[in-house]
């Protein structure tokens, strides 16, 4: 006898199989291909700054965004001040200053008890002073947010710079001074600012040796108390705490400072781009380290959203770049290949392009960049490149607001460089800016900047070998730029001195 029991289970199968043709036939039909699939648009609205916009009675301005989603804060102090306001002589300073403000431990605190604290309430606690700002951080829970306050409040008003740790710092600067020269990266990095900003503006002066000598607790204790100061503070505070609560605690932070300060005086923009020519360091690396300059473009520019779509065509864009699918895709020479433009905000930054490949075939991979960028200048981009990148452009727009701190970061940072007084709803216009733009309106930004008259190489590498170039392709360095090929001597790494003087390269015999 067959087991009905054992008849049910295939029937009821074969039911359910059944529902499920029949369901399909009400569904709409898959797309055949990634590209045909239909997404209804995404409708978002970026935040208002104003609604979370405090002026404090101390004196900061502060960005407060309340969020329950974790039991956390967050809180970044944006400080004007940076590298610019070392005074000559004493390079480096400020970079002392920011780090040790922490590391030296406070007035109340030794430098390892604050450690001992902070690791003991699972906190966060930073600062640092960069080119053109200084910054201080604190993630901590939000039960302990009163204590965690209280030592940021003694880590910004009355550090110890503690000399034992000053010497330290000074100690691990000095050991990586003297490395400079070791890496091909770290060669370019100083290369790149003097041919980009002239030999003598202030963000070329660098570390020395002598520089990091002079400097004494004494300057530390006068940097800090010259700019670190409520007055000179942009904060941004996220997190688990109700707004009017933390509005008074940011109050308490900051009152009754124990020092008046300065405001500091403006960034100075007296940059100097090179002479156009290619510029060649002789590194005895694997591969060549290749940068095209050419002289950029402020934020500001009319024309700078359309140089953006023009950049993200050009190189910016990764893979569906133009430079990326030649010299990489297409050609083999690199594992990646490139272009950035960073619009100004205080200085004008150069537009770069750039790669690494093998030396011999350095000077064919720079002709293929070269042209890429001619031809951007010369015809219009294609509708198909132009609306791909404004989409891209639009529908990661979303990703800046991501998370409240996100969002109180860069309130804060757009109040700090001054857009926010300039252009209180450029985040509200900045779709539509990208939506209005045409293919014309990208060629006229790239005649603007791919000027080949104005185009600067920096090469490091084997010199010899990127002299030879390769044997299936006529291209050599001499090709370029009327054949201005200038060596620049590798830099003592502890005075930044050149080791000779830049000479010229003569073309090399036909191999």
Not at 6 to 21: D, E, G, Q, R, T
Request: proline share 7%.
């Amino acid at each position: 006898m067959i087991s009905m029991k054992k008849n049910v289970y295939p029937l009821i199968a074969l039911l359910s199989l059944a529902a499920v043709v029949s369901g399909c036939k009400s569904t709409p039909s898959v797309a055949s291909r990634p590209e045909k699939l239909k997404f209804p648009e995404l409708n978002f609205q970026p935040p208002d700054a104003a609604q979370f916009r405090v002026q404090l009675k101390s004196g900061p301005v502060a960005y407060v965004i309340p969020d329950r989603e974790l039991p956390l804060v967050n809180i970044s102090i944006l400080v004007r001040c940076g590298d610019y306001l070392d005074p000559a002589g004493k390079e480096g300073l400020a970079n002392l200053t920011g780090s040790l403000l922490v590391l030296g431990g406070t007035t109340n605190l030794t430098a390892s008890e604050l450690d001992e604290r902070l690791a003991f309430l699972a906190a966060q606690l930073g600062t640092s002073v960069a080119e053109t700002s200084g910054s201080a951080s604190l993630n901590l829970l939000s039960k302990d947010l009163d204590e965690g306050l209280g030592l940021l409040r003694d880590v910004l008003a009355t550090p110890r710079f503690q000399e034992d740790k000053l010497k330290l710092r000074k100690d691990q600067t000095s050991q990586a001074m003297r490395q400079r020269n070791d890496d091909s990266s770290s060669i370019e990095g100083m290369e790149f600012g003097r041919l980009a900003y002239g030999e003598s503006f202030w963000a070329n002066r660098d570390t020395t040796a002598k520089s990091l000598e002079s400097i004494s607790r004494d300057d530390l204790i006068a940097f800090h108390q010259r700019w670190f100061h409520p007055a000179n503070f942009i904060v941004a505070a996220s997190g688990d705490f109700d707004r009017d609560t933390m509005i008074a605690k940011l109050e308490k932070l900051f009152g009754n400072w124990p020092f008046k300060g300065e405001v500091p005086p403006p960034i100075p923009t007296n940059t100097v781009f090179a002479k156009p020519g290619v510029y060649l360091v002789n590194k005895d690396v694997n591969q060549g380290r290749v940068s095209i300059l050419l002289p950029g473009m402020m934020r500001d520019d009319p024309d700078y959203f359309a140089a953006v779509i023009m950049n993200d065509i050009l190189g910016g864009g990764g893979f569906t770049s133009r430079i990326m699918n030649r010299v990489r895709t297409e050609e083999g020479l690199a594992y990646s290949a490139g272009s950035s433009l960073q619009g100004g905000i205080y200085f004008m930054p150069p537009f770069m392009a750039g790669f690494q490949t093998k030396s011999r075939t350095v000077p064919y991979a720079v002709s293929l960049v070269l042209d890429e960028m001619k031809r951007i200048a010369a015809s219009p981009v294609t509708a198909e490149e132009l609306q791909t990148s404004i989409n891209a452009k639009i529908e990661t727009f979303p990703r800046a607001f991501a998370s409240k701190a996100q969002i109180a970061g860069m309130f804060a940072q757009e109040e700090f460089t001054g857009r926010y007084a300039k252009d209180p709803n450029y985040f509200k216009t900045y779709r539509d800016k990208f939506r209005a733009l045409t293919q014309a309106d990208v060629e006229r930004a790239a005649k603007k900047l791919m000027s080949p008259d104005n185009v600067a190489i920096l090469l490091i590498g084997q010199r010899d070998e990127i002299l030879l170039g390769h044997p299936n392709h006529p291209q050599r360095l001499h090709d370029f730029l009327g054949g201005k090929v200038t060596e620049l001597p590798l830099r003592d790494p502890l005075t930044l001195e050149p080791q000779g003087q830049p000479k010229p390269v003569a073309k090399p015999e036909k191999n």
